[in-house]
């Protein structure tokens, strides 16, 4: 990448404006990256850094996930992040520059004390006189991480025990064994079926969750759509929330892989009711009629062109992007 200079451009930002630009730089980099063909990305991440995170998230009320603070390798949009100076201080990355003679840019908004990041930066300062130093905070987020991993692993068990995927990309949950599961385990099971499902890069709120996972009832939770039967509940994506037809592109929704006849003028969209009633053989699938109102489709203004997964092919296929094991293969994905 060199001495590229990879530019935002975008409008007015609403919410969390440091959010934001974070996600930016990910999406810039990583894109920057793969027409280079870089599979690996190292991050500046110190110590500092670390321990800012973990009372970020600690004020918060966050869990073992978020207490176990900025993962040092994560793999996310097509390459992997190495934070390798988490150990380090940030004082002695600035010597270790200054002594070669390596200049480097400070961000104005890291002294913007608008931002809670920059707060908790001052509370460390008034803190480790307490001792809880910048060194502790990060030495706990590594004890939480080793145990954040034993629960990710049991999880990961779990969901190849009790879930079964479909090719329509729903997520079946044997409700006899998410009751047994310990309560932990139970949570990380469900939220992960949601994510995956959703392509959510979040969970959804606590209350939420641990309502639908202890007790689960049809509803739409996360951009998911859940129904419920005597023996299994159904996780498949809400249809409402793909329904707005987008360009033309080799992935749809994050997890579909769409190939066919290419056509500047063509759509993706979720087929929906409009969809289903122009696919005269939909009921040959096997599929119900509710999974199949999610189901990537093609189209040509308020025309169906195509439905693979509705037995309207048209010369086009879709298909999960890692298949169906790429599921069970989500439990055990790094971490940020």
């Not at 930016?24 to 920057?32: G, N, V, W």
């Not at 707060?119 to 008034?126: D, I, N, Q, V």
């Not at 299994?232 to 769409?258: F, K, N, S």
Request: with cysteine; proline share 5%; net charge positive.
């Amino acid at each position: 990448i060199g001495d590229t200079i990879l530019r935002w451009q975008r409008g007015d930002i609403t919410g969390n404006v440091q959010e934001s630009a974070r996600g930016a730089r990910r999406h810039l980099i990583s894109a920057r990256a793969r027409v280079e063909n870089l599979r690996h990305i190292a991050l500046g991440h110190t110590l500092e850094d670390q321990a800012e995170t973990v009372l970020m998230r600690l004020a918060r009320g966050s869990g073992v996930d978020g207490l176990a603070g900025m993962a040092p390798k994560v793999s996310a949009h097509g390459v992997t992040w190495h934070r390798p100076l988490l150990g380090q201080h940030r004082a002695d990355l600035r010597a270790f520059l200054h002594d070669r003679g390596v200049g480097w840019v400070d961000d104005p908004s890291n002294e913007d004390t608008r931002f809670d990041r920059v707060k908790m930066r001052k509370a460390l300062e008034l803190l480790a006189p307490l001792g809880i130093d910048a060194s502790r905070l990060a030495t706990t987020a590594t004890h939480l991480r080793r145990s954040r991993s034993a629960l990710e692993r049991f999880t990961a068990e779990l969901a190849r025990t009790i879930c079964r995927v479909d090719t329509l990309g729903e997520v079946s949950i044997d409700l006899d064994g998410l009751a047994q599961a310990p309560p932990e385990t139970r949570y990380r099971l469900v939220a992960g079926a949601l994510g995956w499902v959703a392509s959510a890069p979040y969970r959804p709120r606590f209350a939420a969750l641990q309502k639908l996972a202890d007790a689960p009832v049809a509803q739409t939770l996360h951009g998911c759509a859940i129904r419920v039967s005597a023996a299994t509940m159904t996780i498949g994506r809400e249809p409402a929330a793909v329904l707005q037809p987008v360009p033309l592109a080799p992935r749809w929704d994050h997890r579909w892989a769409i190939s066919g006849p290419q056509d500047k003028g063509l759509r993706l969209r979720a087929l929906g009711k409009d969809g289903v009633q122009q696919c005269p053989d939909w009921r040959a699938t096997g599929h119900a009629y509710s999974a199949l109102l999610a189901a990537p489709s093609v189209w040509r203004h308020a025309e169906l062109i195509a439905a693979p997964l509705a037995n309207m092919h048209n010369g086009w296929e879709t298909a999960l992007a890692g298949g169906t094991k790429g599921f069970y293969d989500s439990f055990d994905a790094l971490k940020a």
